[in-house]
């Protein structure tokens, strides 16, 4: 059973720093990508970044380039996304997410997120002054 669980959400100010974290099970060996998106009240979910778990393929919006960062440790199953230099307009609900990576129909742009198969529940970031 695919299993993602996100963590870490927290109340920051404007210009800070937050490291969210996806702890992914029921993918182990498989060739994925996870990708992170966020949502605010009333509007749609948004990409964030993504990376692939077998080739570390990274892929950034346009809107966090440069401020956000994703990694990830393969021993733990788990996925992070750095975030520095928040700005109000990221306060969101930060969801991760799973697919396979031969369903990417687009791999010069891997966050279409109605491609992705699995998602956790999400974890509540808030950039507030």
């Known amino acids: 059973q695919v299993q993602l669980v996100e963590s870490g959400g927290d109340s920051v100010r404007p210009g800070g720093a937050l490291r969210v974290s996806c702890v992914v099970s029921?993918?182990?060996?498989?060739?994925?990508?996870v990708g992170w998106f966020s949502q605010a009240p009333g509007k749609e979910r948004e990409g964030r970044c993504s990376?692939?778990?077998?080739?570390?393929?990274?892929f950034c919006a346009d809107s966090v380039r440069g401020r956000f960062t994703i990694f990830r440790d393969l021993a733990k199953n788990m996925v992070y996304l750095q975030m520095d230099d928040l700005k109000p307009e990221d306060t969101g609900l930060y969801y991760c997410?799973?697919?396979?990576?031969?369903?990417?129909?687009?791999?010069?742009?891997?966050?279409?997120?109605?491609?992705?198969?699995?998602w956790g529940q999400g974890t509540q970031v808030t950039v507030s002054s």
């Open positions: 997410a799973g697919i396979p990576s031969r369903a990417i129909t687009d791999m010069e742009n891997p966050l279409n997120l109605y491609e992705y198969t699995y």
């Open positions: 990376i692939g778990m077998r080739d570390g393929r990274v």
């Open positions: 029921g993918l182990t060996g498989a060739d994925y990508v």
